[in-house]
């Protein structure tokens, strides 16, 4: 009988004990949870690169760009809360300016650009989807596409630059260049050994 009633005591006490320890970690699961504040006035520390005035005009008529470059400059702007309420639009835009794409920037190094931003619109829509969000890290997955967009807008700013005649021109004079500078010297020895 005794024995029974220590085993009884010995099982409620683990029982108690168990639930002991399942409460507090409740609690500090809820201590871990942090609200993204919407006044924050913290935002992205870094500037947005501007197109050049020949890019922006071949690009003013398309509407992709402008709408991915609007919603840019307001993440730039936005605190961890507001990136949480736009990451959803950003990666659809990407997305849009990708599958849209004119004939003339389907060159790989817009492409490849456009490829990097659309990996960190991706991931930055994976953090707002986590059931517990850290507001540094919204922050510098924001950042992290703000910089893949720079890169995008050089990339721009350069194939704009970049006349297919002329390049194809100079790549000409170049090979002419180079294969006389190959032959002369073969024309020299054959003169000498005469």
Known sequence: MMRSLLSILFIISIIFIGCKKENTSVVSEENKIVKLDSLSQEKADIELLKLSSKASKELESFEDFQNLKNLISSLRESNPFHIKKYADSVDLLVQSFKENLSEDLKVNNIKSRIAVMATESGLLMQLTQKKNQDPQQLMDANIRLLTSYNSLVIQLN????????????????ERDILRDSILNPEEKNIEIEE
Do not use: F, G, H, M
Not at 167 to 172: G, R
């Open 158 to 173: 350069e194939l704009s630059l970049a006349i297919p005649e002329d390049i194809e021109k100079e790549l000409l004079k």
